[in-house]
């Protein structure tokens, strides 16, 4: 069962605050562009040949992020379940209605999520995390809330819950924590030799 009716709870959001980081559920916009700038990070240097997918793009701000701060790759995908955002995302970011859990999902080098999985189940997440990565040829990097599960409308994670996941996926996991408290982001990659810059 679902934690909360997502959809009402990112429409509450943008009709309160607007096409904001506040809009699409961040705390501020500094805290998003700190976790913009660990995803990034774990990108490979050079994007331009690169077809990267956003899970849960919200307004698709990782794309502005990249387009004002090292490049945009090849090619980017949003995707995204909550209809307002689509019509209201960044200008020259492809975004299209997709909901990670259930629909098909367009095959990329690189998945990335930022936030969308806070509001999930457990379950959920684990679900959310191998569609990603089954359709990621590269990897997929995505970032989580850092403490023991709760009671809470918030999906909570240790990393070294997440690297065992990985682990047991086969893939190479790379954690950064330390850039926000209660948060960290993990890099699954495919390839085992694939060092992360």
């Given at each position: 069962?679902?934690r909360i009716d997502i959809d009402a709870f990112y429409r509450h959001a943008l009709e309160?605050?607007?096409a904001t980081a506040e809009g699409v559920q961040w705390r501020s916009a500094r805290t998003?562009?700190?976790?913009?700038?660990?995803?990034?990070?774990?990108?490979?240097?050079?994007?331009?040949?690169?077809?990267?997918?956003?899970?849960?793009?919200?307004?698709?701000?990782?794309?502005?992020?990249?387009?004002?701060?090292?490049?945009?790759?090849?090619?980017?995908?949003?995707?995204?379940?909550?209809?307002?955002?689509?019509?209201?995302?960044?200008?020259?970011?492809?975004?299209?209605?997709?909901?990670?859990?259930?629909?098909?999902?367009?095959?990329?080098?690189?998945?990335?999520?930022?936030?969308?999985?806070?509001?999930?189940?457990?379950?959920?997440?684990?679900?959310?995390?191998?569609?990603?990565?089954?359709?990621?040829?590269?990897?997929?990097?995505?970032?989580?809330?850092?403490?023991?599960?709760?009671?809470?409308?918030?999906?909570?994670f240790l990393p070294r819950e997440i690297r065992a996941l990985g682990e047991d996926l086969?893939?190479?996991?790379?954690?950064?924590?330390?850039?926000?408290?209660?948060?960290?982001?993990?890099?699954?990659?495919?390839?085992?030799?694939?060092?992360?810059?």
């Open positions: 069962m679902p309160t605050h607007g998003q562009r700190q976790r913009f700038e660990i995803l990034r990070r774990l990108l490979p240097e050079d994007l331009s040949p690169l077809v990267v997918a956003d899970a849960g793009c919200g307004l698709a701000d990782f794309h502005a992020y990249l387009a004002q701060n090292g490049g945009l790759p090849g090619q980017y995908i949003g995707l995204e379940m909550v209809e307002p955002f689509i019509r209201q995302a960044r200008p020259g970011a492809q975004v299209q209605r997709c909901d990670v859990l259930t629909d098909p999902l367009p095959e990329a080098d690189y998945y990335v999520c930022s936030g969308a999985m806070n509001n999930l189940t457990r379950e959920e997440t684990d679900r959310f995390i191998r569609r990603c990565l089954q359709a990621a040829s590269r990897g997929f990097v995505f970032n989580l809330l850092k403490g023991r599960p709760r009671h809470s409308m918030f999906n909570y086969g893939v190479r996991v790379e954690i950064v924590e330390g850039y926000l408290e209660n948060d960290f982001t993990a890099a699954f990659l495919h390839s085992p030799t694939e060092s992360v810059p």
